[in-house]
């Protein structure tokens, strides 16, 4: 079977699990933010702002551990021993965050500026210690190329977060007056509820699990680990940390006003910037494939045309969903169905440019793990956590919500560009650049053409935008031959 092929088809199975399943995930957003029957945008700010928190905390628990485990489980003759030294560090590091989080919960919630949610930080600090430990279970069954199983776990889990959040706010909560019940806790005690689905399922790998700590391989896998880590945890300042800052730098005196209109303004943005979930939710799915995959090819000797193959088929793909969301906004906008967060649509096709760029870049991060040059990682995304804040701090108080969006465009830039700079000298590895140039500029020139296009009338409007796409389409078919690739044994 042609390696495309199988990368392919193991991106359309975690696609499933990870593109479906927080596609529906994201489903939930017309909920919250219906008018009359979810949260206003100061509701769904603060919502935001606790699972931009979450980001933060994931990824310190989950320590890079999940590449770890890929990298070392290919050198070991004991996959499952392995397995064990890998999730008990994540274990260990989860429970004692869990236990730091109940006794400090109040004063948590003090220095959030929410006195009266202690009882949340609770509830998410168990969500991250059992989706932290649940994390490194379902990279066990990516390695042993169990995607079904993986993409039945997380289905579950999301469809239950789902339902009970159907559930709570059609059937609970009074959008009207919502002091009289728990608010915008029906969220997050859904979401607490479907975390635990993740054990119950994954039984029987919970139930072979045992706690190892050897002094050796786990110093060994914290060394390679903690340069991800330390990626990982710059690249989520990358990600969210512009939603705690737009909340910090708006608030002003700090006044009642001040407040709510801070954090309506994050909600604003929080609910546009899922517009751009399609990249990102591909990107998600690509890598759960990829990361195995990339490590298996190690050992061919055409590994450098597989990686530049992929990546060439790769920009095709994300510059086609960029094309057909951002000259679509007209009809993806109503995503969100209450307009007062329309104001904020301007932000979207910065986002998606902005996820392409960081797509291709964990693409190119392949290199520096091969190479056993993690800490080159953690350099790259600590440069881009600098820009981040660097630049939110600037644009920001200029230009609100939208300074953050041009700053996230700016640092994975930067980022894109840097990995390929030091891969190209470290490990080499031949991407076809005049390819990727190619179907990017293409995309960039017809999306300015198509934006041209008005959209007063809906019908005519949608169909010539949908010319533009078709066009890119055709230099897709015309300059690669996608399908001939797909074909092949």
């Given amino acids: 079977m042609s390696t495309i092929k199988k990368l392919a088809g193991q991106t359309a199975i975690y ?11 994201y489903l939930l957003v017309p909920l919250h933010t219906y008018d009359g029957i979810g949260f206003d945008k100061s509701q769904y700010g603060i919502i935001s702002e606790f699972y931009a928190f979450v980001a933060f905390f994931i990824v310190l628990l989950t320590f890079g551990m999940e590449t770890t485990f890929f990298r070392f489980v290919n050198k070991s003759e004991d996959k499952e021993g392995t397995f064990n030294k890998a999730a008990s560090i994540v274990v260990a590091l989860s429970s004692i965050f869990l236990i730091s989080v109940i006794v400090f919960s109040q004063s948590i919630a003090n220095w959030m500026g929410y006195p009266d949610m202690s009882n949340f930080v609770i509830w998410f600090g168990a969500i991250l210690a059992v989706d932290a430990t649940s994390s490194m279970f379902l990279a066990k069954l ?34 009207a007056n919502p002091e009289a019940s728990m608010g915008i806790g029906f969220v997050f005690l859904a979401n607490l509820i479907a975390s635990f689905v993740k054990p119950l399922i994954l039984y029987k790998e919970v139930s072979t699990f045992r706690f190892i700590w050897d002094k050796t391989v786990s110093k060994a896998m914290v060394v390679f680990a903690l340069p991800l880590a330390v990626a990982g945890f710059a690249g989520i300042i990358n990600e969210t940390l512009d939603r705690i800052l737009i909340k910090r730098l708006l608030m ?46 190690e050992k061919n000797e055409n590994k450098d045309k597989v990686y530049s193959k992929v990546m060439t088929y790769f920009i095709i793909v994300v510059s086609l969903m960029f094309l057909v969301i951002a000259l679509n906004l007209h009809i993806f906008k109503w995503f969100i169905p209450n307009e007062g967060f329309h104001e904020g649509l301007k932000v979207v096709p910065i986002l998606l440019l902005a996820n392409i760029c960081l797509g291709i870049y964990y693409n190119q991060s392949i290199w520096y793990k091969l190479a056993d040059k993690t800490i080159y990682g953690a350099y790259i995304a600590i440069g881009g956590a600098v820009i ?23 640092t994975y830039f930067s980022m894109m560009v840097a990995s390929h700079y030091f891969g190209q000298k470290i490990y080499p590895i031949k991407y076809n650049l005049r390819k990727a140039a190619l179907f990017t500029f293409s995309a960039l020139v017809l999306y300015f053409i198509g934006s041209l296009i008005p959209t007063d009338n809906f019908w005519v409007g949608t169909i010539l935008r949908g010319l533009v796409v078709l066009v890119y389409v055709g230099i897709i078919f015309f300059f690669e031959r996608p399908l001939k690739e797909l074909r092949r044994k």
């Avoid at 696609?15 to 995930?25: A, T």
């Avoid at 469809?159 to 709570?168: E, K, S, Y």
């Fill in 15 to 25: 696609g499933v699990s990870s593109i479906l399943g927080r596609l529906l995930n």
């Fill in 388 to 410: 981040t804040i660097v630049l939110n701090l600037l644009l920001i108080p200029v230009l609100g919500y939208e300074g953050s969006a041009w700053t996230t465009l700016a």
């Fill in 142 to 175: 990516r390695q042993e190329d169990k995607a079904v199983k993986f993409a039945i776990v997380q289905l579950s889990s999301i469809g239950v977060n789902i339902l009970l959040n159907v559930i709570f706010i059609l059937g609970f909560y009074d959008a």
């Fill in 252 to 297: 002003g005196d700090g006044s009642p006003e001040a407040l709510k209109y801070a954090q309506e303004q994050v909600g604003i943005y929080s609910a546009n910037y899922k517009l751009s979930i399609l990249i990102t939710l591909f990107i998600q799915a690509f890598r759960y494939a990829a990361e195995p995959f990339f490590f298996a090819q």
